[in-house]
């Protein structure tokens, strides 16, 4: 009976602890959600074909951004920048489309979306809803291509997917010390046990 009792009692205490943590998880990326902006582009399929016009759109898209999105120092004025640039976003997407010999439509907004974990470098988002810029390709069933506009992580050694120190300090800067920790914890046991 003994036994049994202890068990109960760990049972308990476990399940209360899993609660506990993941209500401070969600809190944590509600936080993180206002605080950042993030960029996807949905391919029209999974086919070869359309990743690789995913990522000439993308690839375009970023250098188009890279010469006309402003230093900011908010997260509102880069979400401001992309919604009165959808139009050039779009038409830019889809010259690279036709110039590819394909006519899939093309739309661009600026929305909340749900996103899985994802990891850039050495850093996590946890999954939760964001707003991002998000560029849809034909049908959209394809597997996305992502990164963060604010603070600026899209245009930093995306071939390597490594986030430089500078776009570390960048991050850290508009995060609270305990949400920048989260996103730098390298592994799901890391997070889980930095709430402890």
Same mark, same amino acid.
């Given at each position: 009976?003994?036994?049994?009792?202890?068990?109960?009692?760990?049972?308990?205490?476990?399940?209360?602890?899993? !609660? $506990?943590?993941? /209500? +401070?998880?969600?809190?944590?990326? #509600?936080?993180?959600?206002?605080? @950042?902006?993030?960029?996807?582009?949905?391919?029209?399929?999974?086919?070869?074909?359309?990743?690789?016009?995913?990522?000439?759109?993308?690839?375009?898209?970023?250098?188009?951004?890279?010469?006309?999105?402003?230093?900011?120092?908010?997260?509102?004025?880069?979400?401001?920048?992309?919604?009165?640039?959808?139009?050039? !976003? $779009?038409?830019? /997407? +889809?010259?690279?489309?036709?110039? #590819?010999?394909?006519?899939?439509? @093309?739309?661009?907004?600026?929305?909340?979306?749900?996103?899985?974990?994802?990891?850039?470098?050495?850093?996590?988002?946890?999954?939760?809803?964001?707003?991002?810029?998000?560029?849809?390709?034909?049908?959209?069933?394809?597997?996305?291509?992502?990164?963060?506009?604010?603070?600026?992580?899209?245009?930093?050694?995306?071939?390597?997917?490594?986030?430089?120190?500078?776009?570390?300090?960048?991050?850290?800067?508009?995060?609270?010390?305990?949400?920048?920790?989260?996103?730098?914890?390298?592994?799901?046991?890391?997070?889980?046990?930095?709430?402890?």
């Amino acid at each position: 009976m003994k036994k049994i009792c202890v068990l109960a009692g760990v049972l308990i205490s476990l399940l209360v602890t899993g !609660i $506990v943590v993941n /209500a +401070k998880q969600s809190q944590m990326q #509600e936080d993180l959600a206002k605080e @950042v902006f993030r960029f996807h582009v949905l391919a029209n399929s999974d086919s070869d074909e359309d990743q690789a016009l995913k990522m000439q759109v993308k690839e375009a898209v970023i250098a188009y951004m890279q010469e006309e999105i402003p230093e900011s120092d908010s997260v509102e004025t880069t979400k401001e920048w992309a919604r009165s640039h959808l139009d050039a !976003i $779009v038409n830019l /997407a +889809k010259a690279v489309i036709r110039e #590819e010999g394909y006519d899939y439509p @093309v739309m661009a907004e600026v929305t909340t979306c749900d996103f899985p974990d994802k990891t850039y470098g050495d850093i996590t988002f946890p999954s939760g809803r964001y707003e991002a810029l998000r560029i849809e390709i034909g049908e959209a069933n394809g597997q996305n291509w992502w990164c963060v506009l604010y603070p600026n992580l899209c245009f930093i050694d995306a071939v390597h997917a490594v986030v430089p120190e500078e776009g570390k300090k960048d991050l850290k800067k508009v995060l609270q010390e305990d949400t920048y920790e989260m996103v730098t914890a390298t592994s799901r046991f890391k997070i889980g046990w930095f709430f402890f």
